[in-house]
Structures are given as C-alpha cells and as structure tokens.
C-alpha cells in the first residue's frame, strides 16, 4: 500500500503551529551568549576607531647650493622665490645681488662677510613682488652680539633701523614673539613658506648662525632645505634637500646664542 497524508484531525485538517503569545514562532535561539555582536557604542557615543597620523604635508622646494660661507640668507630667498615663480633665476649672480641688498656688513667674530638680517631679506622680497612678515622675538639689534666690538655692533644697529623704517613704509607685517611649531605648521598650511633662522649644531655640528627654508611638516619631523652643502664631506644638494628634522629638535635648533634669538620671515605670493 502507499502511504497516506496524515489524517485531518476532529477540526479539520493539519494547521501549521501556532504562533506564539507575542507573534509568530521564533527560529531557535543561539547559544547561551548568542552569536558574536558588534561593539556597543561608549557611554559617549559609537566605538571610535585608533585616531590615525596625519598626512605628512610637503611641498616641493627647489635647492639651491649657496655658493659662499655668508650667502644662506640669499640663497633661501632664492628658494622661496623659485617655489612660487618657475622663472625666477636661482644662480650666483642673483645670489650676491640680494646679499648686497640684505647684508648686515658684519656680524660673525670672524670678522669677515656679514650675513643677512630678517629685515633685509624680508625687503629683498617686498621689492620683487612677494608679500614677507616677519617674527622676531626682541626688539633689540638680530644677531648683535656676533660682532666683535662696539663700533661693529652700532653699524649693524644704524642698518637695522634704517631697515625698520623702510620695512613700516612698505607696509611689511613685524610681529614679536615666538613662533612655535604648530603655529609655523599653521601658516605653512595657509600657503607661507617659512626662511627660519636656526644655529647648526643639530645639523652640521658647529654653532654658526644660519637660514633655512621648511618644505614640510609631519607627525614627527619638520623637513627643510638647508643651502649649506658640505662637499669637502662628500655631501651633495640632494642630501640637504627634505631633510628630516625631529619636531623637538627643529625647537631646539630654530635659534641662535645665549640669549636664543629667533627669526622667521614668512614668504607669501
């Protein structure tokens, strides 16, 4: 014989199972903890992910090699200048062309060749077009005590002044007081190239006061491009190019002497 379909019971036939007191049958349960669950949000909001490292912000800046012991200044205006106008020459003419517009006459105890004030290059700039503000955090004469005697110290204080006074005509912003990183970070971001003033113990080993142009900023570094290039070290232009700085250490060395001077000139187009 063949088998049957159940039989209708007394009511009818076969019904499904019913469902239960609050809605319809349940599929089986999980486990006694039930299947893996995502993360509850926190007592302040959903689960938050490991806070990530920002992007490194970099820019590129072509290097010029200065070609003399004083011409650091110069050449990071030059640098400056090319990032933002391809056109603008990089070479030894216009490199002691803007020394002898920016120069201090003296200032290392040397003696010889004095190098570039935040002042001179900043007007340097101004004449060409580009729009510099300058951080200094004295007002007394930059670099003054490198001089070897008081009537060296009056000339670099008689050029200051006259530098001042042409720098409040053409109207360039000069503000005192320290610049920290993150605030120098912060301008890099608004579009300023930074030529900082720094000592180059950290970098070169020595204590000559020196300028320098930052490319970048990231978690844990300030890149710059450093003109001094040692070539009787082996050094090449590349290796001064993006050089990686320890954010720590670019505080430590953005400063020159006892008294740690510091001078940025901010570099806009």
Known sequence: MSSRAPKAGPKGPARAPKAGPKGPARAPKAGPKGPARA?????????RAKAKRKTASRRRVPHYRQTTDFTCGPSSVMMAMRFF???????RATELALWREATTIFMGPSGGHGGCGALGLA???RRRGYRPEIHLNHRDVLLGDRA???ERREIMRVLQARDLAEAKRRRIPIRYGELSVPALEAAFEKGALPIVLCNTRHI??????????????????VYVNDPWVALDEGKRPRDMTDRPVERQAFQRMACYGKKRERAVVLVRR
């Open 39 to 47: 993360p509850k949000a926190g007592p302040k909001g959903p689960a």
């Open 85 to 91: 106008d391809p056109a603008s020459p990089m070479d």
């Open 123 to 125: 007007l340097a700039l």
């Open 148 to 150: 070897r005697s008081s």
């Open 204 to 221: 070169h080993g020595d204590t000559a006061a020196h300028w320098i142009v930052v490319t970048g900023f990231d978690d844990a570094h």
